[in-house]
C-alpha cells in the first residue's frame, strides 16, 4: 500500500503561482510519482510525471513551460510548481503513484491516488 497526501492548493489570481505538494508513504518509495488534475464536469487528465532517480519527466502539452515537477526522495515528497496560473486550470489536483513510469491513456497497472487538493485560478 502507498498513501497520498496533497497540500498547497488554493486560490490565486490569474498569472500567480502556487507549489503543490504530494508527500508518500508505506510502500513504494522507488516508485514513479505524478499529478493529474479534474475540472467539474471534465474527465481526470495526466499533468507532469516523473520517475524515482528523476531522471525522466513529461508534461502535458497544456502546461509545459509553466509547470514543473520534481521530487525529493529523501522526504518523500513530489512538488509541482505552478507559475502563470490561467482559470483554465482551476481544477482538484490528484497525486498518483505507479511502479513503473508509465502514464499512456492506456495503463491498467497498479497505482495509488491522494485524496486531492483545489486549486483555484481567478480572473
Known amino acids: 500500500q502507498v498513501q497520498l497526501e496533497e497540500s498547497g492548493g488554493g486560490l490565486v489570481q490569474s498569472g500567480g503561482s502556487l507549489r503543490l505538494f504530494c508527500a508518500a508513504s508505506?510502500?513504494?518509495?522507488?516508485?514513479?510519482l505524478g499529478w493529474f488534475r479534474q475540472a467539474p464536469g471534465k474527465e481526470r487528465e495526466f499533468v507532469a510525471s516523473?520517475?524515482?532517480?528523476?531522471?525522466?519527466?513529461a508534461y502535458a502539452d497544456s502546461v509545459k513551460g509553466r509547470f514543473t515537477i520534481s521530487r525529493d526522495n529523501a522526504k518523500n515528497t513530489v512538488y509541482l510548481q505552478m507559475n502563470s496560473l490561467k482559470p483554465e486550470d482551476t481544477a482538484v489536483y490528484h497525486c498518483?503513484?505507479?511502479?513503473?513510469?508509465?502514464?499512456?491513456?492506456?495503463?491498467?497497472?497498479?497505482?495509488?491516488w491522494g485524496q486531492g487538493t483545489q486549486v483555484t485560478v481567478a480572473s
Open positions: 498518483n503513484s505507479r511502479p513503473v513510469w508509465d502514464y499512456s491513456k492506456n495503463y491498467r497497472g497498479l497505482e495509488y
Open positions: 508505506g510502500r513504494g518509495s522507488t516508485y514513479a
Open positions: 516523473i520517475t524515482w532517480s528523476g531522471t525522466n519527466i
